[in-house]
């Protein structure tokens, strides 16, 4: 869809610059330094008294304005009123 933020309309895909070279170097002996056999990696539990869910996205349950609200209704509505009757019966 056009209006998902983040996405481009021409090309489908997003350039991502890549990562230089020294960054590239020093994240790889970060992790063979972390690999360490004594500690145990465990699944996060999200349930009462655990880790925090990841955030979520909220923004279709923000209480949008009115007029925004009812130019949506409006599109909506008018979509609604395009749709021949023998397709709308089903």
């Known amino acids: 869809e056009g209006?998902?933020?983040?996405t481009t309309m021409a090309g489908g895909k997003k350039k991502v610059?890549?990562?230089p070279v020294s960054m590239g170097k020093k994240t790889a002996?970060?992790?063979k330094s972390n690999k360490d056999p004594l500690i145990e990696t465990r699944s996060?539990?999200?349930?009462?008294g655990g880790a925090l869910p990841p955030k979520k996205d909220l923004t279709r349950y923000v209480k949008w304005?009115?007029?925004?609200?009812?130019?949506?209704q409006r599109r909506v509505l008018y979509k609604r009123l395009k749709v021949p009757p023998s397709v709308n019966q089903f």
């Open 3 to 6: 209006g998902r933020r983040g």
């Open 17 to 19: 610059p890549s990562a």
């Open 29 to 31: 002996s970060k992790a």
């Open 44 to 48: 996060k539990a999200f349930g009462i």
């Open 65 to 72: 304005p009115k007029y925004v609200r009812l130019q949506r």
